[in-house]
């Protein structure tokens, strides 16, 4: 028995029928601040909680209960440092059947909760920070003003060379619709970071266009003949 409650990786108390300690391993000792089991011997479990007044509800649950699952409270170690601990109880009926004594497993959980701390204060910083106005400031001057600028460059080459590449007028067009295609990009990744600050309108969606459009967009990467027809048997599924 002994060697079984070594090998536990929480706390373990037993208590009598008076809710006094009379065995505890050593990850209780190291949680609770003693150094032998003579030491934790004898006390009342309502020596180790923060708040004496949980103690007595808990030992009037364990009474009403045969065991306790997952609870939490605040204890307190020999030396009157508090920390969270989770434990759970289980009442047993002793050799004279009439009196019960109780099993309680501890497990700390303070560094559980500074790691819970540390995510809620990086998220709260990260919501309150400026990033979202950083992207859009991104993506409305360092990206629309540069591809506005690509834009009209095309144009001007269009007309320049209108009459002299007849045939180069289909990659001159295909170059506008990327460069149209990566503006409406930019436009939804400013409509993106504004998500949860203003109202959304919703709106019904042609899925057979969006796909259209992808494919139109991948063509040169496809195998086949793209999509079938609107009006054909597997577009209306």
């Given at each position: 028995?002994?060697?079984?409650?070594?090998?536990?990786?929480?706390?373990?108390?037993?208590?009598?029928?008076?809710?006094?300690?009379?065995?505890?391993?050593?990850?209780?000792?190291?949680?609770?601040?003693?150094?032998?089991?003579?030491?934790l011997k004898g006390k009342h479990i309502r020596s180790l909680y923060a708040y004496p007044g949980?103690?007595?509800?808990?030992?009037?649950?364990?009474?009403?209960?045969?065991?306790?699952?997952?609870?939490?409270?605040?204890?307190?170690?020999?030396?009157?440092?508090?920390?969270?601990?989770?434990?759970?109880?289980?009442?047993?009926?002793?050799?004279?059947?009439?009196?019960?004594?109780?099993?309680?497993?501890?497990?700390?959980?303070?560094?559980?909760?500074?790691?819970?701390?540390?995510?809620?204060?990086?998220?709260?910083?990260?919501?309150?920070?400026?990033?979202?106005?950083?992207?859009?400031?991104?993506?409305?001057?360092?990206?629309?003003?540069?591809?506005?600028?690509?834009y009209n460059l095309i144009l001007w080459l269009q007309e320049d060379t209108e009459l002299s590449?007849?045939?180069?007028?289909?990659?001159?067009?295909?170059?506008?619709?990327?460069?149209?295609?990566?503006?409406?990009?930019?436009?939804?990744?400013?409509?993106?970071?504004?998500?949860?600050?203003?109202?959304?309108?919703?709106?019904?969606?042609?899925?057979?266009?969006?796909?259209?459009?992808?494919?139109?967009?991948?063509?040169?990467?496809?195998?086949?003949?793209?999509?079938?027809?609107?009006?054909?048997?597997?577009?209306?599924?």
């Amino acid at each position: 028995m002994e060697n079984i409650i070594s090998l536990l990786v929480d706390g373990l108390l037993v208590l009598n029928a008076d809710n006094c300690i009379e065995v505890g391993n050593d990850i209780s000792l190291k949680l609770l601040g003693f150094s032998s089991s003579s030491e934790l011997k004898g006390k009342h479990i309502r020596s180790l909680y923060a708040y004496p007044g949980n103690a007595e509800k808990i030992i009037w649950l364990m009474g009403m209960n045969s065991h306790l699952y997952n609870c939490e409270d605040t204890f307190i170690t020999r030396y009157g440092q508090s920390f969270i601990c989770s434990y759970s109880c289980l009442q047993f009926r002793n050799p004279d059947g009439i009196t019960f004594s109780k099993i309680i497993l501890l497990r700390d959980l303070t560094d559980k909760t500074i790691a819970e701390q540390k995510i809620a204060m990086y998220t709260k910083r990260l919501n309150d920070s400026a990033a979202p106005d950083q992207l859009k400031y991104l993506a409305s001057h360092e990206l629309q003003a540069p591809l506005q600028a690509i834009y009209n460059l095309i144009l001007w080459l269009q007309e320049d060379t209108e009459l002299s590449l007849s045939n180069g007028s289909i990659n001159i067009n295909i170059l506008k619709d990327r460069v149209t295609r990566f503006g409406l990009l930019i436009n939804d990744i400013l409509k993106y970071s504004t998500v949860g600050q203003s109202a959304i309108n919703t709106s019904a969606v042609d899925l057979y266009t969006v796909v259209k459009d992808v494919t139109d967009l991948l063509s040169h990467h496809l195998i086949g003949g793209g999509i079938p027809s609107e009006n054909s048997y597997y577009t209306r599924y």
